[in-house]
């Protein structure tokens, strides 16, 4: 194969390999692109692929014409490494080339990227005329992504402009072309957006603070303007290809930030002018249907929307007012999790055999306690889902409806009409339910309606806020429910808790630690567990983004009301004395619960420990 690009000799200095010598205008070696031949030759002469493979694909070359990328045509073959039989994957093929010219691999994560200051680096005309894109900028150095190793007359141009050191690493050729185009089109949405506004807003100032700048302009930003609409769109569809679960757009005194949660954990994502910050806030409340000009008190909306992919996405909307102005929380509802198997969500199959039975009994109650964020909507929706054949009328009172399902009769608690949860289930009683679900039980008026629906021979499920299952008897104590209503109501508590599964792409066992086996000791009380000879840690990779951790799933603790437990249920019931009938009859602790998960090599004793509360407290 004949090849524009001549590979270096094996034995040639770093700086002649990495393409970084002779990288001015007048030489050829700073103005070279990468071909098709030239990759191929490397690559079996690397033994990355075979020579067989390589002909064939050097002779089918006519397919391609630029601007695609060599890698990239050799990544839609979806060979296999000769070397190792993994897939050669484009982004093991750039980590391939950066070892090849002797340039530092880098792996383009939005997330840890400050587009801002990433795209006033450059312009986007002469990014493009490159094909690279800044990545990372410190007061000394900017380091700047590319596919193309031995183009590099930009390097010197760029040096001399922004008088800082450049460091060109390699980078998935896509990803470049991707990311070029959308963070200089989010950058150019917002400085358009902030030219429309008129006025320069005094900077430090906002929200209380701006009551005291007298003459200064009120004009606000249109949530309509072409810049906004593109800004907020980018960030709904950027939350949804990111798995965030939450999207926080959240006022500072001198500007905006958005925050995705993902995995349970906050990622800051953006930061942007607090007038454009005020007016993506708009948007999303004209999109919600929520009152815009009312910014004093909290409100609720809702949005149904699409992903890329076509698929129909639920966001729930919570706007609060701060000292900087309105607060927007997004919790994003995947209509997925409707179907997905019990044993997805995390069920064992003895927790799986207690839930059943209880929520196949006709009449009682069954509670699911855990703090927000636990996964106790996912679980009621999932049931109930299961639970709505044709023959059974379920209904819901929820603050506010969590997700939108045809299968179910849902109604919202309305505060401003007085229309409570106790009201509601009042008024879901004249209509004919065999099965109610209670978003919450927050007060005695709903306890005891929810009793009263039980009694008359309805299946109720509700949640409630405790630390584990037996605590839920004493809260209800606390509200002033009568003991033996509880032990004629209640069929059984489930606590929960979700911890961040291990990525299986790059996890490792390691032989367990002395410090490990004594946390393992710590965690299995009041179980006497043998601890595994090896426990299974967080590495990182690309798909996991380099936090070892790839989604969620839960950890159950079930306690079924006996005869037994019911005797030690009175008035002045002795909690330690339940939590420990529970233990003698079978209910596995949720720190159990998660080392049995740690066993299996989903998670790790870190994220047990961080999540679940000791055995022994309430």
């Known amino acids: 194969m004949s090849s524009a690009v001549t590979p270096p000799a094996a034995n040639a200095p770093a700086s002649s390999r990495s393409g970084s010598a002779g990288g001015g205008r007048g030489s050829n070696s700073g103005q070279r692109r990468l071909t098709l031949n030239g990759a191929l030759e490397w690559l079996v002469k690397d033994g990355v692929i075979t020579k067989e493979e390589g002909e064939r694909l050097a002779r089918e070359r006519r397919l391609y014409r630029d601007p695609v990328h060599p890698l990239a045509v050799v990544a839609d073959q979806h060979f296999k490494d000769a070397r190792s039989g993994k897939p050669l994957t484009l982004d093991a093929l750039a980590e391939w080339l950066a070892g090849r010219v002797n340039l530092p691999y880098y792996h383009i994560d939005p997330l840890k990227i400050d587009v801002t200051t990433v795209t006033e680096v450059a312009s986007s005309a002469y990014a493009k005329r490159f094909a690279i894109l800044p990545v990372e900028v410190t007061a000394n150095e900017v380091v700047v992504a590319t596919a193309e190793p031995y183009l590099t007359e930009w390097q010197g141009e760029l040096r001399a402009v ?39 807003p005094v900077p430090g100032l906002s929200s209380f603070e701006q009551l005291v700048q007298l003459g200064s302009s009120n004009r606000q930003l249109d949530a309509n303007d072409q810049h906004i609409v593109h800004i907020v769109d ?47 806030t708009s948007r999303i409340k004209l999109l919600g249907r929520m009152d815009v000009i009312e910014k004093r008190r909290p409100q609720d909306g809702r949005i149904k929307t699409l992903t890329p992919a076509g698929q129909e996405i639920e966001l729930r909307l919570s706007t609060l007012p701060t000292a900087f102005g309105e607060k927007l929380v997004m919790r994003v509802f995947d209509p997925e999790v409707l179907v997905r198997d019990f044993a997805d969500l995390g069920f064992s199959d003895e927790d799986q055999q207690k839930w059943n039975w209880m929520t196949s009994q006709p ?22 889902k299961q639970l709505a054949t044709p023959e059974v009328n379920v209904c819901t ?26 009201d509601g289930v009042r008024a879901l009683m004249r209509q004919d339910p065999d099965i109610i679900m209670i978003g919450e039980i927050r007060d005695l008026a709903t306890a005891e309606m929810a009793i009263q629906a039980a009694l008359t021979g309805h299946l109720v499920l509700s949640t409630l806020h405790t630390n584990d299952a ?51 000791k710590n965690l299995v009380v009041p179980w006497r567990a043998t601890a595994p000879a090896q426990l299974p840690h967080p590495e990182g990779c690309l798909e996991c983004r380099m936090t070892g951790y790839l989604g969620r799933v839960g950890l159950y603790e079930i306690l079924l009301l006996s005869p037994e437990m019911r005797k030690l249920i009175v008035p002045q019931t002795d909690i330690a004395r ?27 004793l870190a994220e047990v420990v961080k999540v679940a509360p000791p055995a022994n407290q309430g």
């Open 470 to 520: 037996p605590s839920a008897v004493t809260r209800l104590l606390d509200l002033g429910v009568p003991s033996y209503l509880i032990n004629s109501t209640v069929l059984g508590v489930m606590a929960q808790r979700l911890v961040r599964t291990l990525c299986p792409h790059c996890k490792k066992s390691a032989p367990l630690r002395a410090e490990e086996e004594e946390a393992w």
């Open 162 to 200: 922004l008088g800082k050191d450049i460091r060109p690493v390699i980078a998935n050729p896509l990803a470049i072309s991707r990311f070029l185009v959308e963070f200089y089109n989010l950058a150019r949405s917002v400085k358009g957006a902030q030219k429309r506004k008129g006025s320069t």
């Open 363 to 384: 009449n009682g109650i069954i509670l699911v306690t855990g703090p927000t964020g636990s996964g106790k909507t996912t679980t009621l929706y999932s049931t109930l």
């Open 234 to 280: 980018w960030l709904l569809q950027y939350a949804f290809e990111q798995r965030a679960s939450d999207i926080h757009v959240e006022p500072r005194r001198d500007l905006g930030i958005v925050r995705f949660r993902i995995d349970g954990v906050l990622h800051q994502v953006y930061q942007v002018p607090m007038a454009v910050m005020t007016a993506m």
């Open 578 to 604: 339940v939590r420990d009938q529970a233990y003698r009859e079978g209910m596995k602790p949720l720190r159990v619960s998660g080392a049995m998960k740690v066993a299996a090599g989903q998670t790790t």
């Open 397 to 422: 009172i929820e603050d506010p409806i969590e997700m939108v399902e045809p299968a179910f009769n849902q109604m919202q608690v309305q505060h401003g009409i007085d229309l409570e949860f106790a």
